[in-house]
T-cell receptor
């Protein structure tokens, strides 16, 4: 596709359930990011992938959160035993990974997660 | 550590009026600064950036920002607001060669 896509666009789940959020980056982009956007909190960095490895996962809030990336492409963010405070918009972004392209992050439209 | 603070979570302007969104930074090194815009139900897109050189930076859609070291500011302006400028705006600072830190965002409402 032409841009970063995310699925589902909306997810409503019950407290305690596990959810998986998917990100399809722009083809050829080696760098991939997950962010969380909560009301009034701005964008919170969660994890950064370079290829299939995650050199920076310092933003994952707890061990209930995990992410993986396969084939240097699709990434999945998994939240186990969801809590109401996990309700937020989860944004994915990708960039080419070349030096000097830090600002050229291309964002997906996000997945709005609601935990009831 | 570098960070940015956006002053004002909501700004309401009349169509045709000046848009001014405030961002102050904290950095121990010369900062790289960015403004992003997020339209409803969309991801963020880059409006403009300051790295080095000219302190007045022009971006897309008629926006510009001025880097003022003495004031540690990087405020975003547009002389005349348009209805299509209604969106959320984020200021960001470079933390390292792969990571940005974003402000809390300012939502702009444009009144007809």
């Amino acid at each position: 596709g032409a841009g970063v896509s995310q699925s589902p666009s909306n997810k409503v789940t019950e407290k305690g359930k596990d959810v998986e959020l998917r990100c399809d980056p722009i083809s050829g982009h080696t760098a991939l990011y997950w962010y969380r956007q909560s009301l009034g909190q701005g964008l919170e960095f969660l994890i950064y992938f370079q290829g299939n490895s995650a050199p920076d996962k310092s933003g994952l809030p707890s061990d209930r959160f995990s992410a993986e990336r396969t084939g240097g492409s699709v990434s999945t963010l998994t939240i186990q035993r969801t809590q109401q405070e996990d309700s937020a918009v989860y944004l994915c972004a990708s960039r080419s990974g070349l030096a000097g392209t830090l600002d050229e992050q291309y964002f997906g439209p996000g997945t709005r997660l609601t935990v009831t | 550590a570098q960070s940015v603070t956006q002053l004002g979570s909501h700004v309401s302007v009349s169509e045709g009026a000046l848009v001014l969104l405030r961002c102050n930074y904290s950095s121990s090194v010369p900062p790289y600064l960015f403004w992003y815009v997020q339209y409803p139900n969309q991801g963020l897109q880059l409006l403009l950036k300051y790295t080095t050189g000219a302190t007045l930076v022009k971006g897309i859609n008629g926006f510009e920002a001025e880097f003022k070291k003495s004031e540690t500011s990087f405020h975003l302006t547009k002389p005349s607001a348009h209805m299509s400028d209604a969106a959320e705006y984020f200021c960001a600072v470079r933390l390292n060669d792969y990571k940005l830190s974003f402000g809390a965002g300012t939502t702009v409402t444009v009144r007809a």
